[in-house]
């Protein structure tokens, strides 16, 4: 008798390869694609219909900060490009680490500000120039 394991593993396999067979069928149809063989096996068929790619492939990436080499999964561009409507231009270009540290950084950089502004209050009516509209003498 099967695990359990065994039996979901068998089931998410099915699923993963009903599903790319729907988005196969999603390419042929919109006339992306001649044929399945033109998508890698490794690959997850983009249906996007903006997207300039027609797959998407795990990615060897170089981080900008650090150096390291890390993979860019298909799973992660698939949810980049599809799910959250990402740039269809972009590509990684940090590592994971890297990433969450930029955007740490970039939280406090925006906490600190908006604690600035509100220990400085909102401007008075004295700092802001006032607007005149051009009188008669003025023309």
């Known amino acids: 008798m099967k695990t359990t394991c ?3 593993q068998r089931k998410r396999r099915k699923t993963l390869f009903q599903e790319r ?3 196969v069928s999603v390419l042929l149809a919109q006339g992306r694609i001649k044929n399945a063989m033109e998508i890698p096996d490794d690959a997850i068929p983009a249906v996007t219909p903006n997207s300039v790619r ?10 900008c900060e650090c150096g390291k080499k890390e993979t860019w999964k298909a799973e992660d561009q698939q949810w980049y490009f599809e799910i959250a409507h990402g740039s269809v231009f972009a590509k990684a270009i940090r590592c994971r680490a890297c990433r969450v540290e930029k955007r740490s950084a970039n939280q406090q950089s925006v906490a600190t500000r908006l604690a600035g502004m509100s220990a400085v209050g909102p401007p008075s009516p004295a700092a802001t120039p006032a607007v005149t509209a051009p009188s008669v003498t003025d023309r």
């Not at 027609?54 to 981080?63: M, N, S, W």
């Open 6 to 8: 065994e039996e979901n």
């Open 21 to 23: 067979e729907r988005r």
């Open 54 to 63: 027609l797959f998407f492939r795990d990615e060897e990436i170089t981080c």
